[in-house]
């Protein structure tokens, strides 16, 4: 047997493989990507989310670290006005997050006037805060 194959010829996990993929989660990546980085098969991936605690612990972690990622270089672009800045794949991301209230079907989609909203309250907070910083 190949080394570093499963019986049937699937990739085994291994702890680099499992740091690769949830490094590439953290980075933004789908599944998918993260999967054929980590040299492993995106429905294994999958299995192990349902299976492993840990992995899934790993993953939701993973998956926040791009939330935020994005989320602060969705804040940055604003304030620098940079123009390439994919808003709407960016707010899939952050909104996908978020969980639907219970009994909701449809998740929570922010018009562009509730995303400016809410980065213009944040960045006023952030401005708060420094001055208050500035004051002591």
Known sequence: MARGRAAGGRQRWTPTRTSVFLD??????DAAAAAEAAAVDVTQAYRR???DDGFARGWRAATEAARLL???QMIAAILHGDGGFDRDAAMRLVLAGRRA???DAA???ATREETDALILDRLAKVAGRSRQGDAA
């Not at 590439?24 to 990546?29: E, K, N, P, S």
């Open 49 to 51: 989310l349902r299976d």
């Open 24 to 29: 590439r989660i953290a980075a933004g990546q």
């Open 107 to 109: 998740p929570a989609v």
């Open 101 to 103: 209230p219970a009994g």
């Open 70 to 72: 994005v989320e602060t």
